[in-house]
């Protein structure tokens, strides 16, 4: 299986046999000789830390020196920001950070499922009971900052919605036990 390298004089791409890697080979373009090194297979971790350590000249990547390189430096520990996507800031999540991993399809936030079960059970205790509202209210507003901030990982908006529906309105319905209670009293 043939292996692109670049040469390190006149940068253009070349292919080679993968038995070569690690030997020395004439450019087609320039006539250079390098010592061919498979770029593609370099972790990512020593790309992005290697313009930051290395002094400039010494082991730049397109002229690797015949020596093994020593092991690259560890990664800083504050991870650059993902670009091409919109910096949504630190966001607590249950699962991958935000806009590293790659987009799993979108499922539906539990929180949403739990806020329109609340609400729904708030609904039909008729505000006898207080707490399953007050959860749906609740998780019905962690839900949609969550689905908000996902950016597309996350779906249920709706019964986000409907959740947060139903706890209010069962809210209202204690707010007038309470004074209907009082005005009987
Ligand atoms: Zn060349």
């Known amino acids: 299986m043939p292996t692109q390298i670049t040469c390190g004089q006149c940068s253009k791409p070349m292919m080679i046999r993968e038995d070569m890697l690690g030997r020395r080979v004439r450019c087609p373009h320039c006539g250079n000789i390098l010592i061919a090194e498979?770029?593609?297979?370099?972790?990512?971790?020593?790309?992005?830390?290697?313009?930051?350590?290395?002094e400039p000249g010494a082991a730049a990547p397109l002229s690797p020196p015949p020596f093994k390189l020593p092991p690259a430096?560890?990664?800083p520990p504050v991870p650059p920001p993902a670009s091409g996507l919109p910096d949504r800031?630190?966001?607590?999540?249950?699962?991958?950070?935000?806009?590293?991993?790659p987009a799993p399809p979108a499922e539906t936030s539990g929180l949403a499922i739990a806020?329109?079960?609340?609400?729904?059970m708030a609904f039909?205790?008729?505000?006898?009971?207080?707490?399953?509202?007050v959860l749906?209210?609740?998780?019905?507003?962690?839900?949609?900052?969550?689905?908000?901030?996902?950016g597309?990982?996350?779906?249920?908006?709706?019964?986000a919605m409907a959740g947060l529906i139903l706890g209010y309105i069962s809210l209202v319905?204690?707010?007038?036990l309470v004074v209907f209670a009082a005005l009987a009293g």
Do not use: K
């Open 38 to 54: 498979a770029a593609a297979t370099v972790p990512p971790a020593a790309n992005l830390s290697a313009p930051a350590g290395v």
């Open 73 to 75: 430096p560890p990664p």
């Open 89 to 101: 800031g630190t966001v607590p999540s249950f699962g991958a950070p935000v806009g590293y991993a």
């Open 115 to 120: 806020s329109l079960v609340c609400g729904i």
């Open 124 to 133: 039909m205790s008729c505000g006898f009971c207080l707490l399953p509202q």
């Open 136 to 150: 749906a209210v609740i998780f019905g507003h962690m839900a949609r900052s969550r689905i908000e901030a996902s």
């Open 152 to 159: 597309g990982t996350l779906e249920g908006q709706g019964l």
């Open 173 to 176: 319905q204690v707010a007038l």
